[in-house]
């Protein structure tokens, strides 16, 4: 192992030193590597923070690259089978680890790397209880409510899909969409669907897509993965947007077993990518039997219908009434003229007693009329003034009368003498 001097901070003994070097005696790089291969070797095992942001498997082995969280600085690693093996978790890219590794160097390359002997998800735990106590705030809020969930539109004008870049996800949607529906349009959007820029990528997607009149209803999608993977789609932030979202959004992350809280917010939630594509279109073939179908019916229910009007009309002219109406005609005119003759038969026997009546109470009236007394031969005596004489104590001698006979009148005197002789025939008259 080399070791470094106090002095200079370079390897001592057969490593390379600076004085042992000149532009007229350079050493090897061999002994250069070495000398580095010898520094490194004496660095101990570090537990490090970050995230994977490549994972490629050769062989058994896993080679990749671990970023830091806060800056871009990366480095190398290596995972041996082994090791692999003894992992208690299975990791992707994107994740976010703590590893165990010690510092390795490659003479034959000069590349460094680390090699991995521990490697586990940070915090899962605590994350997953952050999450469970976001979901219960976000209960209390309502934004869980079914009440506040926005209708989907039967035939969408254009899907918005929010999705990572050729993925599994993207196609799965594409796919079964145009199958269901081949005419239908989509404005895709590509985001990072795990790691650090999943959100605020998401977010960017999403208000792309909001401000489009033409996107009707927006899919963000993404295919399964282990909880770690998914802990972006539970972020305050996405949820919180998506709620607040004016377009009806669709959430489909995962798999049917896997729930972030994006589920619980969005106004529909699809078990896959692929369910999120039948739920959003409507089947052609389905909705073309629909309308056969209820071709169908409207067909039987109208046929029904005018049969059953025709054979009531049918009834209706079997009547007596429709199919001779000039019967009825003739029996209502028959029974106006048996009507009219009883009406004139007693008109004229009304009539015939009426002028009977009339006859015998002019005989009694002309019977009992003082012209008929005149004349039977008497005669009415009137006083000057027009006073009828009834008495002969009403008219003294020299009284000058008016008698009134069956034909005109005549004047007269009266004489007392007579008078008072003749009283009694003078009151008979």
Not at 289 to 308: F, K, Y
Request: with cysteine; aromatic share 4%; proline share 5%.
């Amino acid at each position: 192992m080399a070791n470094f001097a106090p002095d200079d901070g370079v390897p001592t003994g057969d490593a390379v030193h600076p004085r042992d070097s000149t532009v007229d005696t350079p050493t090897s790089v061999a002994r250069f590597n070495d000398t580095i291969r010898a520094f490194v070797s004496g660095w101990g095992s570090v537990w490090v923070e970050g995230e994977i942001t490549s994972w490629n498997v050769r062989g058994g082995n896993v080679f990749g690259r671990l970023k830091d969280l806060a800056t871009d600085s990366s480095v190398s690693f290596r995972l041996w089978s082994t090791t692999r093996q003894r992992l208690a978790e299975d990791m992707k890219s994107g994740d976010h680890v703590v590893a165990c590794v010690k510092a390795d160097y490659f003479v034959k390359t000069g590349d460094f790397s680390v090699v991995v002997s521990a490697m586990r998800h940070v915090g899962l735990g605590d994350q997953l209880e952050k999450l469970e106590r976001l979901r219960t705030q976000l209960r209390r809020e309502g934004l869980f409510e079914p009440t506040r969930k926005k209708r989907l539109p039967f035939l969408p004008h254009t899907i918005g899909l929010i999705t990572g870049e050729r993925s599994d996800a993207e196609r799965d949607v594409l796919r079964n969409a145009e199958l269901r529906w081949p005419g239908v349009h989509f404005r895709i959007v590509h985001a990072a669907v795990q790691g650090d820029r999943c959100v605020p990528e998401t977010l960017g997607a999403l208000a792309t897509l909001e401000r489009d009149p033409d996107v009707d209803v927006i899919i963000i999608a993404r295919g399964g993965g282990d909880p770690q993977h998914l802990l972006a789609f539970s972020d305050e932030r996405l949820v919180r947007a998506v709620a607040a979202a004016s377009t009806p959004i669709v959430s489909a992350i995962g798999h049917e077993n896997d729930h972030p809280l994006l589920d619980d917010v969005a106004d529909l939630r699809a078990s896959t990518p692929t369910d999120a594509a039948k739920r959003v279109v409507p089947d052609v073939a389905e909705q073309r039997a629909l309308v056969d179908q209820l071709r169908s019916r409207l067909t039987t229910r109208l046929t029904m219908r005018i049969s059953h009007d025709i054979a009531q009309l049918e009834q209706l002219r079997s009547r007596p009434v429709l199919s001779r109406p000039e019967e009825a005609l003739e029996r209502r005119a028959h029974e106006i003229e048996i009507l009219a003759a009883r009406g004139r038969d007693t008109v004229d026997r009304e009539l015939a007693e009426g002028a009977l009546q009339t006859r015998e109470l002019r005989a009694s009236l002309r019977a009992l009329s003082p012209a008929g007394t005149l004349a039977r031969g008497y005669a009415i005596a009137y006083l000057p003034g027009g006073v009828i004489l009834r008495d002969a104590a009403q008219a003294p001698d020299g009284t000058e009368l008016t008698v009134t006979l069956d034909t005109g009148s005549l004047a007269a005197r009266s004489l007392g003498e007579i008078a008072e002789a003749n009283s009694d025939d003078t009151a008979a008259i």
